[in-house]
């Protein structure tokens, strides 16, 4: 079985950041992650509020923050699905679909998935105009009627990204009104191409080969009409990629977070959890890096006890 000091799972904003602080002190440091490196700062279609950059690509920002952590000197496994923990003694074990490993200590950062709203059309549809990741599907859609569910931060920025590149952006979302950034909410209404319909959900997705029309409800008027549209982008919020970590026994919230101290300590010691997987409110490429270099540092004093907090 291969050996290291510290094991991270997830190589998104908050893993590469542990990974960067673990091995500047010194540890022999793996990252393992079931996809390529970068996690979802990858698939935002632009990061306007990482401090340092006023405006950049998501998926330049996570190569430079892979970069960066190849360079400090960090072992990355990419497409290397973690398929168990053992986390019962002194060494923490990691089962992958290619090896098992053993390390002093362990960061997870496994990071979220996207929601799906559960309507008729959506699973069948799915790669065939239903879409999660703007960046991704976004230009397959050049010139065209696409429409983005959702009121949050994650369907603004990917609204105006679709505003770019479609003729039309058609926006649906359930409230009178948006949850995300003022700053954003003044860029959409900007948009002359971008068209808002309120209180509306979609119902069903409709299509032959690919999607060609939706079903909405309007929840006030209490009305239901179809709209032609060529592509449909899910952006209703995300859920804890924490199966592992439960399974190990890690405590997590009501929703499946896993839950940590302001150290990132998990309910285990020796691990600590980083970024969109933990019960933290706040989701963001900067709190995610925050996490991810506390969780390095505490894991650090735990592996070489400078500093040991117990
Ligand atoms: P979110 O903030 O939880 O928003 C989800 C949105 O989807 C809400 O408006 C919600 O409606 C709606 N929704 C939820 N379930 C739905 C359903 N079944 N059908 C229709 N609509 C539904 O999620 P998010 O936008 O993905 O953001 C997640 C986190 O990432 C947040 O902390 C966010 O700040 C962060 N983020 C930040 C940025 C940025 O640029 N700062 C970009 C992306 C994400 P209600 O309003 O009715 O609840």
Redesign the pocket.
């Known amino acids: 079985m291969e050996s290291w000091e510290l094991i991270i799972i997830g190589a998104g904003a908050g893993g590469l950041a542990a990974g960067i602080y673990g091995a500047r002190s010194g540890l022999k440091t793996l990252i393992i992650d079931e996809k390529m490196a970068g996690g979802t700062t990858a698939d ?1 279609p ?4 990482y401090p340092g950059f006023p405006q950049i690509g998501g998926g330049e920002l996570a190569e430079r923050m892979t970069l960066h952590c190849k360079k400090a000197g960090v072992t990355i496994h990419e497409i290397e699905p973690v398929t168990g923990l053992d986390l019962a003694g002194e060494r923490k074990i990691v089962k992958t679909s290619r090896a098992a490993y053993e390390a002093t200590a362990l960061i997870i950062a496994t990071g ?1 998935h ?5 309507v008729k059309g959506e699973k069948e549809f799915r790669g065939r105009g239903v879409s999660y990741c703007g960046v991704c599907d976004g230009p397959l859609f050049k010139g065209k009627r696409v429409l983005v ?9 990917t609204t105006l990204y679709l505003s770019g590149l479609a003729a039309e952006v058609v926006v ?4 009178g ?5 003022d700053a ?1 909410v003044k860029d959409i209404a900007s948009k002359e191409n971008v068209q808002v319909f309120w209180n509306t ?2 119902r069903e997705i409709k299509g032959d080969k690919l999607v060609t029309k939706v079903v909405l409800y309007d929840n006030k008027a209490e009305a239901t009409k179809e709209i032609a549209v060529d592509a449909v982008f899910v ?4 859920a804890p990629n924490s199966q592992i970590a439960r399974e190990a026994g890690l405590d997590v919230n009501e929703h499946g977070y896993i839950k940590t101290d302001v150290f990132q300590r998990t309910s285990v010691a020796g691990v600590y959890a980083a970024g ?1 997987v933990t019960s933290h ?5 900067g709190t995610a890096v925050g996490q991810g270099i506390t969780a390095a540092l505490e894991a650090y004093s735990y592996i070489r006890r400078p500093y040991y907090r117990g």
């Open positions: 935002a632009v990061v306007e509020n979220s996207y929601r799906e709203i559960g569910i959702g009121g949050g931060n994650s369907a603004a920025t649906t979302h359930r409230r009104a948006f949850r995300a950034e954003l959900e979609v952006q209703i919020g995300e969109d409110p706040v989701k963001q490429v």
